[in-house]
């Protein structure tokens, strides 16, 4: 697998330009980060969570950062949980398991990003595989990002 083909569809639609970053495969978005030669507060990751009715909603953030649920269930009012691995295989079934592209909207997907990701120049995030990464500038991620959601819902991580 590679890129995506619903991502690459999605970003040439919304006249979302980008380029792609090639690295050695790796299976966690910090060892993504440390491979691709970027910080890592600049690799957006992608966590699907799901509520008690089985909708889902993707959560975007630095993979620098943890998921704080708690802030996350506070600020949407809702009581959301980790949606099981099997189910988000199925709904990124163009991707290799765990290499999801933080690109909720290409997968027609709810979604809400942590704001720290609007601090940065540059964005990178997976593309659908765990050997290559999509690039946004900070203009891009903007727009891309424009009509999503968005909160700080993210805490420290340390390494």
Known sequence: MSISTRVTSYLDEQDIKY???NHFHT???AGTALAAHILSKSMAKAVVLEDHDNHHLMA???ADKKLSLRKLNKTLDLDLHLADEEQVS?????????AVPAVGQAYNMNSIYDEALDELDDVYFEAGDHETLIHLTKAQFGKLMSKT??????SETYY
Do not use: Q, V, W, Y
């Open 19 to 21: 380029d792609t970053l």
């Open 90 to 98: 199925t709904m990124f079934s163009d991707c290799e398991d765990g």
């Open 60 to 62: 975007i953030l630095p």
């Open 27 to 29: 299976n966690t978005a």
């Open 149 to 154: 959601k968005h909160s700080r819902f993210s």
